[in-house]
């Protein structure tokens, strides 16, 4: 499996055996949550349009998925098209979707031979009904597979999502379904996209801006967060790596003291 993730090299089958070695297993994040950026940037600085960089990433989310999955993590949730995105040029948006609709007709059947559940998040009424029926083709054909849940935020917003869940709530309220001194945080949080995962307990941001662009804001309330300057595409599975790592020695005390 790892031969098949890892770049060829002399160094670095061992770099990655090692850094594997190292990571605190039972200090794993359970749900560890990815801005995918710095796409364009890593195109332009080759001299090529920012659809290359696109095209570079989704091979880059791909290797980041299997060393996840084969990590063990539990959820894994990436920030592939936001809300504020629709405002990019018309070349680059169409672009996007093509790419995704070529990244689950080409990759759907591999997820599912590695055990992923896929789910897409955000208001995907917003996309093509070919997408659509694509988006719910490989969500249905992965339903029942129980290894890594893999989340796909499309169109996209943390405030959005959180608005719609107070309509959702507000129509239970409204309908004599609960009252309004039923509302619980746990019943908030599964009124939101995410219901049914854990909290994230890592937040990974490449292409070196520190900022949550309106990402599962909720969902980060306790969030470890780690940035590289690193580009997308050029992300490795060694670096993800070595996010796990310094996560799994980091001691979280959630507004607490520690023991001593």
């Known amino acids: 499996m790892w031969k098949k993730i890892f770049r060829s090299g002399s160094d670095t089958k061992e770099d990655a055996a090692a850094l594997m070695n190292s990571i605190n297993r039972e200090n794993l994040p359970r749900h560890v949550a990815i801005i995918m950026d710095g796409n364009g940037r890593w195109a332009k600085r080759r ?3 920012r659809t290359y960089g696109h095209n570079a990433g989704v091979k880059t989310l791909k290797k980041i998925l299997k060393t996840a ?3 063990g993590i539990e959820v894994l949730t990436v920030y592939a098209f936001s809300t504020e995105n629709w405002k990019r040029p018309h070349t680059e948006v169409d672009c996007l979707m093509q790419l995704f609709a070529e990244y689950l007709d080409r990759e759907m059947q591999e997820m599912n031979e590695d055990n992923v559940r896929i789910h897409f998040i955000g208001r995907t009424d917003a996309f093509s009904p070919l997408l659509r029926d694509m988006m719910t083709k490989a969500e249905t054909m992965m339903a029942g597979n129980s290894g890594i849940h893999f989340n796909v935020a499309v169109n996209y917003g943390a405030r959005d999502e959180i608005v719609r ?6 129509s239970m309220s409204k309908a004599g379904e609960m009252q309004p001194e039923d509302l619980t945080e746990e019943l908030f949080d599964a009124s939101l996209d995410t219901s049914g995962d854990p909290p994230v307990d890592l ?8 900022r949550l662009s309106n990402y599962l804001l909720w969902q980060c309330a306790y969030a470890e967060l780690w940035f590289t300057d690193t580009n997308w595409p050029a992300f ?3 670096e993800f790596l070595r996010a796990i790592q310094d996560f799994s020695g980091r001691h979280r005390r959630f507004g607490g003291l520690d023991d001593e």
């Open 203 to 210: 937040l990974i941001r490449t292409g070196g801006d520190l």
């Open 236 to 238: 490795s599975p060694e």
């Open 165 to 170: 869940a107070v309509q959702s709530l507000m």
């Open 47 to 49: 001299g090529m349009p």
């Open 69 to 71: 999955n084969s990590l």
